[in-house]
């Protein structure tokens, strides 16, 4: 009996281990493309926003966006700019964007240690560093080193991912004058797991206009 419990245990613990496969879903106007793997959409509208998933656990994710003033006149943006909301047969919960002083306090609460060995990895790293709009981040090297480790949790990745990158390159609030660009990461939290079939809906909200952007979550195919 013992033994089919432990057998039990662990099946349930393989299973829980698999996280969703993200997939992004094109729309009119929007175009894909890929960063080592990663899909990237975009689209040209007044924004001209670009959204790619850097990384993400079970429960949250870190993003990067950029935008594009194209108007004649100046834009305030900031992580309010952005809405993200999980969408299923059931239901629609809004998910949270964390702004930049809730960042600081997580990483405060963290006592920095986390933010430490990440800023120690990325030195040592040196180069490997990709551009993304103004922004420039480590992909590979940085972020899978840290999700090698045994000790490392999807979600102690993601808040090394956010804590290295916060002081230089999270998103916070800026004023971007015609012509000019912004870009930055954010770190998104859901009020539940992700599972499959739930739809991962980004809105990047202008002075004018809203562009959508639609992710789907399938599970990984089985192994044979």
Do not use: W
Request: charged share 20%; glycine share 8%.
């Amino acid at each position: 009996m013992k033994v089919f419990l432990i057998l039990v245990i662990m099946l349930i613990t393989a299973c829980s281990s698999n996280r969703v496969l993200i997939h992004p879903q094109v729309m009119d106007n929007q175009a894909i493309s890929y960063d080592r793997g990663g899909p990237k959409l975009q689209s040209h509208t007044i924004l001209q926003p670009e959204l790619k998933i850097l990384d993400y656990s079970f429960d949250q994710m870190v993003v990067a966006l950029a935008v594009t003033n194209a108007t004649s006149s100046p834009i305030l943006f900031s992580d309010q700019n952005l809405k993200v909301a999980v969408v299923n047969e059931e239901k629609s919960v809004p998910a949270t964007v964390f702004s930049f002083e809730q960042i600081v306090e997580q990483a405060a609460e963290a006592g920095g240690s986390t933010a430490a060995k990440v800023g120690d990895t990325a030195v040592g790293i040196g180069v490997g560093f990709i551009p993304f709009g103004g922004i420039a981040y480590t992909v590979g090297k940085l972020f899978y080193s840290i999700g090698s480790q045994d000790s490392e949790t999807h979600q102690k990745r993601i808040d090394s991912i956010t804590f290295s990158q916060m002081n230089k390159n999270y998103l916070r609030k800026q004023t971007i004058v015609p012509g000019d660009s912004y870009s930055g990461i954010l770190k998104v939290g859901f009020g539940d797991d992700l599972q499959e079939g739930d739809k991962i809906i980004f809105q990047v909200i202008g002075n004018e206009e809203t562009e959508t952007f639609n992710f789907v979550c399938k599970n990984p195919p089985k192994s044979n």
